[in-house]
């Protein structure tokens, strides 16, 4: 069976440029996370949606970062515009269902803003 | 609230030495304890799991077991391989809660 599917695996933008990230979750699965990792940070929750829609935003940094999840198939991460504090790895997880603790990971899409 | 501290690493050893990786957790209510682990350019695995006090969880040679009486998740390998190089995470999870709560993550290298 296919894993969580992110895309690009790589980007690197120009500050001020809109990213989009992509995930495709496993088929099945609800609930569909969005993190971030830094160094500094570790890894921190951007953003939890359960049934297609957004639970718990509250990790968002800043409105420049939005997050859709139009079906169950479908998850976007945006930033708008880009700035060179953002650069980080995005990862996308999906699980089978609220309330199911184990969670599958996506392998990242690594973001450089220059 | 629930959180999760992890021995701070890097951790560097040879090849079959035994490997320890401390995990102890506060948690309100009965949480599930995992341990995910994440090699380079990769993203996080569920390494194993354990959802109940004495539970232990195995799992490519790997063991913990969730110790309720010291709160403890700590991770055991008696034989690395060079393999094993990656970042563990330990993290729990409290039933009906859909969050994780992460370790700061332990960077192992193992030296052939």
């Known amino acids: 069976d296919a894993g969580v599917i992110q895309s690009p695996r790589h980007e690197v933008t120009e500050m001020g440029q809109e990213v989009t990230l992509r995930c495709k979750p496993i088929?099945?699965?609800?609930?569909l996370f969005w993190y971030r990792q830094t160094m500094m940070r570790g890894l921190e929750l951007l953003i939890y949606?359960?049934?297609?829609?957004?639970?718990?935003d509250s990790g968002m940094p800043e409105d420049r970062f939005s997050a859709k999840m139009p079906n169950a198939s479908f998850s976007t991460l945006k930033i708008q515009p880009s700035e060179p504090r953002d650069s980080a790895v995005y990862f996308c997880?999906?699980?089978?269902?609220?309330?199911?603790?184990?969670?599958?990971f996506g392998p990242g899409t690594r973001l450089l803003v220059l | 609230g629930n959180s999760v501290t992890q021995m701070e690493g890097p951790v560097t050893l040879s090849e079959e030495a035994f490997l320890t990786i401390n995990c102890t957790y506060t948690?309100?209510?009965?949480?599930?304890l995992f341990w995910y682990v994440q090699y380079p350019g990769e993203g996080l695995q569920l390494l194993l799991k354990?959802?109940?006090?004495?539970d232990k969880g195995s799992n490519k040679g790997f063991e913990a077991t969730y110790r309720k009486e010291t709160t403890s998740f700590h991770l055991e390998k008696g034989s690395v391989q060079v393999s094993d190089s990656a970042v563990y995470f330990c993290?729990?999870?409290?039933?009906?809660?859909?969050?994780?709560?992460f370790g700061a993550g332990t960077t192992v290298t193992v030296r052939a």
């Open positions: 997880a999906s699980s089978l269902a609220f309330g199911t603790e184990t969670q599958y």
């Open positions: 088929s099945g699965h609800n609930s």
């Open positions: 949606f359960n049934n297609n829609v957004p639970i718990d």
């Open positions: 948690a309100t209510g009965y949480p599930s």
């Open positions: 354990a959802t109940k006090a004495d």
């Open positions: 993290a729990l999870s409290i039933s009906n809660d859909y969050k994780l709560s």
